[in-house]
């Protein structure tokens, strides 16, 4: 266990808000009919056939299922795509702060890990175009991973905002990987716009990830999707073939295409109660007199706050644990940015969000 049992963890990105009915009935049957062996290959075809369903009625965006493959996880796909669409030295942008395993598997490939820090106005997230297109022109520069919507500032992009950034990266031939994994956790009247929807002429330099766990509760399985904007970067991806990628299980491909084809009436009220916990959020900001400031998330489950101006500046991650026994996601792992941040998750059943903010507020006294 990573915190003793006297701590509330408020860290790691998953919900304590259950699972789908549906999704545990078809685990169920599949346990109960003893049919654990290797998965059957229309297990894999059914999953991408509910992602791109998915994608087109939900995002209006048709992706080709022959240009999908089946991944452990996004984090996976990303490393896999750095090793194989970039070579070792080349230039990644990432749009910090960011969810750490970016700013890992570009330093751990060998590769150049490129900050275009995101700007903090009063009212938002903004990108720093003028710095992407600095850094996408130079030619050593080959990819932006980009995070869209975005852990952990919650920012869900528009459109003006990713035809811009499409842009840019069609100026210096950048290609783009988009971890669209908080797709579904977006609050009115922000909507997702996938990347690949945004230029038919760029789409084909587009990778996208994508994964039923976040939206679903259900990550402890393991498996995601990546779709290739071109058979060509397919292949190049699939130099690392099957073994060396790994396979998945037929539980996970079961309760992931479950969740896609039947789980939305759980989604929706699952979303209800996020949106009544991150307005509790936002009441304990407004109301609190440490000097916490923090910009409701668009998006995802997490609440980027700023604590720079309190006591707790210099680690506010460890200040909690100590002095609150409550343990956030210290900021300064998700890159410099994060320095006097932490990332909480709010995901979670209203009373123990309140036992929180109390933990947050003693530590504060
Ligand atoms: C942006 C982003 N990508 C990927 C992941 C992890 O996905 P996986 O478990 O499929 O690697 C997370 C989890 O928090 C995330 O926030």
Redesign the pocket.
């Known amino acids: 266990m990573k915190y003793p049992t006297d701590v509330l963890p408020a860290w790691?990105?998953?919900m304590d808000l259950g699972i789908a009915p549906a999704i545990a009935n078809d685990l169920h049957q599949r346990i109960d009919c003893g049919d654990l062996g290797y998965p059957c290959a229309d297990l894999e075809a059914k999953f991408i056939d509910a992602f791109s369903d998915r994608y087109l009625e939900k995002f209006n965006t048709p992706l080709d299922p022959d240009l999908g493959l089946v991944s452990?996880?996004?984090?996976?796909s990303?490393v896999i795509s750095l090793l194989t669409l970039t070579e070792p030295g080349d230039g990644v942008i990432v749009q910090t702060p960011i969810?750490p395993?970016?700013l890992h598997s570009v330093e751990d490939t060998g590769r150049n890990l490129l900050e275009n820090a995101l700007i903090k106005s009063n009212t938002s997230w903004e990108i720093n175009f003028e710095e992407l297109e600095i850094l996408a022109s130079d030619p050593r520069t080959k990819l932006l991973l980009l995070?869209s919507p975005h852990?952990p500032t919650g920012r869900v992009f528009t459109q003006t905002e990713l035809v811009k950034v499409a842009q840019i990266c069609a100026r210096h031939n950048v290609l783009v990987v988009a971890?669209e994994?908080?797709c579904d956790i977006v609050y009115q009247p922000n909507y997702h716009i996938p990347f690949a929807s945004i230029s038919p002429e760029f789409a084909v330099n587009v990778t996208t990830?994508n994964?039923a766990?976040?939206s679903f509760n259900i990550?402890g399985l393991?498996c995601?999707v990546v779709h290739f904007g071109s058979a060509e970067l397919k292949a190049r991806y699939e130099r690392y073939d099957a073994p060396v990628r790994g396979s998945i299980s037929s539980l996970s491909l079961i309760a992931a295409t479950t969740a896609w084809q039947k789980g939305d009436s759980w989604l929706e009220s699952t979303l209800a109660t996020l949106e009544r916990n991150r307005e509790m959020l936002s009441e304990f900001i407004r109301a609190n007199s440490f000097g916490i400031e923090y910009l409701a998330p668009q998006g995802?489950y997490l609440g980027w706050l700023d604590f720079r101006a309190t006591k707790a500046a210099t680690a506010p991650g460890e200040y909690l644990l100590r002095e609150g026994r409550v343990a956030l996601s210290p900021g300064s792992d998700f890159g410099k940015p994060g320095a006097g941040w932490a990332r909480l998750n709010f995901a979670t059943q209203p009373e123990i969000l309140e036992e929180i903010f109390d933990r947050m507020t003693s530590a504060f006294k």
């Open positions: 790691i990105a998953d452990t996880d996004v984090v996976q990303i969810y395993p970016f995070c852990n971890d994994i908080h990830m994964s766990t976040k990550a393991r995601s995802t």
